[in-house]
């Protein structure tokens, strides 16, 4: 006998597809239940609510995200290398997000209620901090002239910011990562370990 597989993975692929087709706003759970092929009953057990439903992909995406982010930058570089590593993947990333470029384009009231704090409920920076802390304490805790759990939301914030505002005048990842750098570490401590101050190519410059 075929053991099916727990609907809670194929639930979270089906709303992907159906947030990319249809919208967040349009899409309930029958649609999703639908396309995952499983009970309406199965996706209000596995979600709750629509709200539910919104928050578990989110938080699903946002491990995805994280995963990727640590396969591709390399944290114990020097950290103005590693920043903007950091960010060009995040753009990238960010850039080609079939649902996020959605959002933003056609529903972005969707992203504000996504990212805004909601009463009894963990905003996205506190869901997020953890994860940049344990990468700042993984590597360049020694270099921040502020608590790591303060430059870990400065970051957050900022990444939030241009998400829901791309357009800067930082002209690169960079520009981005030697203003965070500036702020973030102690006056002439910027050369720890190797980090270089002055501004590297970057590809496709």
Not at 2 to 10: A, D, H, I, M, W
Not at 18 to 37: E, H, I, P, Q, W
Not at 44 to 61: I, N, Q, T
Not at 132 to 159: G, I, K
Request: net charge negative; hydrophobic share 45%; glycine share 6%.
């Amino acid at each position: 006998m075929t053991v099916s597989p727990e609907p809670g993975p194929r639930l979270l692929d089906a709303a992907l597809d159906c947030f990319a087709n249809y919208g967040v706003r349009k899409t309930s759970l029958t649609d999703v239940a639908d396309r995952a092929g499983v009970s309406r009953a199965t996706a209000y057990r596995v979600f709750g609510d629509k709200s539910g439903l919104v928050r578990a992909v989110a938080e699903a995406e946002v491990g995805t995200f994280l995963r990727r982010l640590d396969e591709t930058v390399p944290w114990a570089s020097p950290l103005p290398d590693a920043l903007a590593e950091a960010i060009t993947f995040t753009l990238d990333y960010l850039n080609n997000h079939a649902v996020l470029q959605r959002m933003i384009a056609k529903e972005p009231d969707q992203l504000t209620d996504l990212v805004m704090t909601r009463p009894g409920e963990s905003s996205l920076i506190e869901v997020l901090l953890p994860a940049v802390v344990e990468r700042f304490v993984r590597t360049h805790h020694e270099l921040l002239r502020v608590p790591v759990d303060q430059a870990a939301e400065w970051l957050l914030r900022m990444a939030i910011s241009l998400l829901l505002s791309p357009s800067t005048t930082l002209p690169d990842p960079r520009a981005v990562a030697d203003l965070l750098v500036a702020g973030l570490v102690a006056q002439g401590d910027a050369e720890v370990n190797g980090a270089r101050t002055q501004p590297v190519q970057l590809p496709g410059d």
